[in-house]
């Protein structure tokens, strides 16, 4: 190995910190920092900083041999979806070795709701409202990328959607801005830890900056258009909150901006990120982006696009070879200047420095002589913190009788066609997680009941009937198994064997390809095969529970009339089958919260808690003509915000303040008293919401400030002390000031966004 740039002198950095304290020693080391990249930036020619910002996989088109002859001509920056030690070293052999300036290549790679280990999509995750399992999943996640020689994650996805039609909405968090925000700063610092340079953690890339889950009628890639107040308000928070947390880098978005595509908006890429929010790291556009200005009409051709999108503050450019192409031609036309390019290059060689990939390239890659290891070897899994956070992230719907918990006894009948998928158990981005290590439901349940109870087993349905529909699940890659049956052949099965059982458990909703990238859907309900299916198994008279699987929130009105109970598992990972089984049966208590609010009907869409009132509300109590309201359509959610039931049952007393009012510097405390009123230990959310009554700007109805999730032991109860500050009261005005107003308040605590008690205060 040629060695390369020493860095700066650890122990001078050492004595600085214990004399000078920490943000001297910081100072030191962003100086130290500059002054290496200024020194290397010297040396390096035009082609060669061009270089850098030329983020490439392989594929097709441009092979590994084309990849490695260019990565030795200094035109490549950094790789994605090349995600193991051998071929990682490969590569960074031809950069560190035998390239000029032996400048390291760093690797990126879509680690979104886990690597090796699968957890819980992002949806699921988020239902958990438990931000230290959240965390576990995402220090996992980065330690079993960087063992694999990873540098960058391409997460947290942290879009605020409103739009259960959108595929994407299951890489979410869901809707609401306060959770996402704490869950978007939980994984940053899940990924990178406190040294960004250790060879167990790895960069977060938050994305995609902004507001892709906006997009018009839930249509992936669509436009957004949206009013500035609404953009501060509702949707750039996260985005912030992971930027003030310190990701190192921020992902663009595909999607336009009130005409302008994000990878071409300056005002969204200088002026808010760089200079409102001070963000000092590395920008990436999104797969293809900058070629497809052209498409968006904002861009003639390649080289109109390429000029955009540097001058709009794109760093590394993903995909397309337009800055390589395009960016010499537009110098030496000065329609840009070399300081444009110096300065994405900085960024770019900013982030590889803090990734300590100068102090050594190979540091994410072990010894080149260490023993070989198989990169899907059953011991390199973290199964149990897979299970934990799985079934955390479940979410009782309904449980009519208290059918749930199962006993381990008797016949159950498992039938559905997610009941025995692997595939669709790990959910759509589970990119390096194998299929065959997943457990799917019927796995768990056999597991659980083993030598107690029996099971029996029917696939009653293909997901759909819908061959159009198959087609486009299975035009990448197989992932749904076709079974050639008639329909009439398969539920006649089903049906024959529920008749045998004592409880039917039918394992339905999406499969992982309908709640994906380009999977948006004008229809939210579980396909008809899986309605006809439920029919049927409905009239065999048996008690029907439905484990949901599914990745946004589905329309189940007509599932909720016939099922006794309802599980939301969404896509919960490796161990999904057995967190599965582990709620079913009562080893764990369910205490998932909705992060979305669950409609009765598309039509409803978009539907979410915290909207604004308008002049004329619905009032269930006194509908009124000239209200506002769908008259074919019950009012309000199916499940609301929040919500989620448990095996036992909870209360919450009334709120006491600490005052009827609350100074601009002052706090006040909200307290409840919240008790396990059941017969089973049990967690629950307690959720705090305010009201700004009268302010110069209609204020949404109840907006999330805080909330606590608590374990209880039966007849057990607890106080829970919330904080009320100035800082929760704020909000954007028209001219985008961020301030509160004086006047009144309303407080509610509850166990979901609708079920709430009530209490007032006035801001001095
Ligand atoms: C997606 C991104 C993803 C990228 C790289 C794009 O199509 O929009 O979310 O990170 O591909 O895989």
Partial sequence: MKTLYVVGNALALICANALAGDSTALLDKEHEKAAFIKDLMKRMTLEEKIGQLNLVSVGPDYTKEAIMADIRAGKVGAMFNTVTRPDIRQMQVQAVEHSRLHIPLLYAYDVIHGHRTVFPISLGMASSWDLDAIALSGRISAQEAAADGLNLTFSPTVDITREPRWGRVSETFGEDVYLTSRIAEVLVKAYQGKDLSAPDTIMASLKHFALYGAVEGGRDYNTVDMSPQRMFQDYLPPYQAAVNAGAGSVMVSLNAINGIPSTANKWLLKDVLREQWQFKGMTISDHGAV????????????????????????????????????????????????????????????AKYDLGLFKDPYAYLGKADDPSFDTNAESRLHRDASRSVARKSMVLLKNERDLLPLKKQGTLAVIGPMAKSQRDIMGNWSAAGVTAQAVSVYQGL?????????????????????????????????????????????????????????????????????????????DITIPTSQRDLLKALKATGKPLVLVLMNGRPLALEWENQQADAMLETWFSGTEGGN???????????????????????????????????????????????YTSRYFDEANGPLFPFGYGLSYTTFTVSDIALSSPSLSKNGQLTARVTVKNTGKRAGETVVQLYLRDVVASVSRPVKELKHFKKVMLQPGKQQEIEFTITDDDLKFYHSDLQYHSEPGDFNVY????????????????
């Fill in 291 to 350: 070629n497809e200005l052209i498409k968006h009409g904002v861009a003639q051709n390649g080289h109109d696009a390429a000029l955009l999108a540097i001058r709009a503050g794109v760093d590394l450019n993903m995909h397309d070879d337009l800055y390589g192409k395009e960016l010499p031609v537009l110098l030496k036309e000065k329609a840009i200047t070399p300081a444009d390019i110096d300065e994405a290059c900085r960024h770019v060689l900013a």
């Fill in 446 to 522: 056999e597991r659980a009941t083993a030598g107690k109870a029996k099971l029996l087993y029917a696939k009653g349905t293909n997901v759909t009937n819908d061959s159009s529909v198959l087609a486009y699940l299975n035009s990448y890659d197989p992932s749904v198994d076709i079974d050639h049956r008639s329909a009439e052949d398969m539920i006649e099965e089903a049906v024959e064997v529920a008749k045998h059982a004592d409880v039917i458990v039918a394992v339905v909703g999406e499969s992982q390809g309908m709640a994906h990238e380009a999977s948006s859907r004008a």
């Fill in 579 to 625: 967190a599965v089984a582990d709620v079913l049966f009562g080893d764990y208590n369910p205490s998932g919260k909705l992060p979305m609010t669950f409609p009765r009907s598309v039509g409803q869409v978009p539907m979410y808690y915290n909207h604004l009132n308008t002049g004329r509300p619905f009032n269930p109590l006194d509908p009124g003509k």
């Fill in 749 to 764: 605590i509850g166990l979901d966004s609708a079920n709430v008690k009530e209490q007032q205060f006035t801001l001095l």
